[in-house]
């Protein structure tokens, strides 16, 4: 198992000093990834942002001290100035990352680009291709590749110890909060919107897991199930209002209240005040309440959206081997949590991410005897990617340095086959069909 520590301490022949990166969509996702240069600005200094929104733009500005002039509000403006860094952190909205990558690798930048890639097949084919044609280095943040649990479980699988994989399972249940924050509430709530269905929004990394651990085996077919189950005015219960704080009788009551999830929890505050930033960093809770209560999107009831994407899907892959997988997608569990369970031929490996370990079987026949058992603990970080974000920005540092890619990385050739699988299987639940890739 690598750390921070490991990747970063090694030298390179080709690049020595910090490596120098601009930020590209100031939100969420490049503001974690960011946090690497803040405890490691030996390894990565950030010198740039490319950022539409102004205050945005200040703060990330402030945070990094970058000057006023490599500032950019947009792409353009930015690649048209001299390259004056190595590299690109690119954490703009799913169905722009292409179209923003492509000027940035032609510019000459190296990319580490927030997943997923892209939102149809032939762009993510287009982007690879030009990526090799200049040579260009592009990493996708796949970041539970990198989350402890599951390198050691791919370590274990590398060493043969249940020989060939004949069936993978995953699951991902998203907590009933995050489900109403990002895929009822929020901005990935509808595919017209966004242009990611929910399957690819949030499980591209359980299917990139599943493509990762297969070895390079390509996927053959894919089916699929999945709907809009609960989220919607049909199953809203008795005395649900269109707004929390406004004419909800049950608000004490539910787990979906945004005054319990935004304000009493302090939960995803960087989406939830998103339109009230201009009041400050901090804004008061009568101000938080008064947005809530107004036109504030994170306010509304979970019935009562204009969501269109499912809230849950079931996904079947057969690999060109032989070998079969299922991913199961579901939202608005109680436990947000991330199973898997791989059956090999010698042997069987399950766990469950949140939980911190995993448990290896082999078979046993001995009298009284059914199998062998091994658990694994891990170190388990409290986020939800396991501890894998800053161990995914570590590695492409390692990899900008010149230095060999550790067993995670999470190149832009090696991270296709996940999205094709998931651009099949909505394919298949939207037709009813078997999908051939």
Not at 45 to 50: A, L, N
Not at 327 to 342: E, F, Q
Request: aromatic share 8%; hydrophobic share 35%; proline share 4%.
């Amino acid at each position: 198992m690598f750390n921070t520590a490991e990747i970063t301490s090694q030298e390179s022949e080709n690049k020595t000093g910090p490596i120098k990166a601009v930020i590209v969509g100031a939100g969420n996702r490049t503001n974690v990834y960011s946090t690497f240069a803040v405890e490691n600005p030996k390894e990565l200094q950030i010198v740039g942002i490319v950022e539409p929104d102004p205050l945005r733009r200040k703060n990330a500005a402030e945070r990094f001290n970058v000057p006023k002039d490599n500032c950019f509000e947009s792409i353009d403006t930015f690649v048209h100035r001299p390259k004056f860094a190595d590299a690109v952190i690119n954490g703009t909205m799913d169905e722009i990352h292409v179209q923003t990558t492509i000027p940035i690798l032609k510019a000459g930048y190296d990319v580490l680009l927030e997943k997923p890639i892209g939102t149809t097949e032939k762009e993510i084919l287009k982007l690879n291709e030009i990526a090799s044609f200049y040579g260009r280095k592009v990493m996708i943040c796949h970041v539970l590749r990198y989350a402890p649990f599951y390198t050691e479980i791919k370590r274990r699988v590398l060493d043969g110890l249940i020989g060939e994989i004949i069936n993978i399972q995953t699951a991902e249940n998203v907590g009933y909060d995050h489900m109403a924050v990002s895929f009822v509430r929020g901005k990935w709530n509808s595919k017209e919107n966004c242009k990611s269905s929910m399957l690819l929004a949030k499980c591209c990394h359980d299917l990139d897991i599943i493509a990762w651990l297969m070895s390079g085996v390509n996927p053959k077919r894919v089916s699929s199930f999945g709907s809009l189950m609960h989220f919607h005015p049909e199953k809203a219960p008795e005395g649900a209002g269109k707004r929390c704080l406004v004419d909800c009788e049950i608000e004490s009551d539910c787990p979906y209240s945004a005054r319990k999830n935004y304000i009493e929890q302090d939960k995803w505050g960087w989406y939830a005040w998103r339109s009230i930033q201009h009041l400050g960093p901090d804004p008061t809770v009568e101000e938080k309440i008064e947005s809530l209560k107004t036109d504030n999107p994170y306010g509304r009831c979970v019935w009562h959206c204009d969501n269109d994407v499912v809230d849950h899907q079931s996904v079947i892959i057969e690999f060109e081997n032989g070998a079969t997988a299922a991913h199961n997608l579901v939202g608005g569990s109680a436990k947000a949590c991330r199973t898997i369970h791989i059956i090999g031929t010698k042997g069987e490996i399950q766990g469950c991410l949140e939980d911190g370990y995993f448990t290896i079987r082999h078979p046993d026949p001995r009298k009284g005897h059914a199998y062998k058992t091994e658990k694994v603990y891990i170190n388990v970080s409290n986020n939800m990617h396991g501890g894998g974000d800053l161990l995914l920005v570590a590695d492409f540092v390692h990899v900008m340095k010149g230095n060999e890619p550790s067993i995670s990385t999470t190149s832009l050739e090696d991270s296709i086959n996940g999205h094709l699988i998931i651009f099949a299987a909505d394919q298949a639940n939207e037709e009813n069909k078997v999908v051939n890739i």
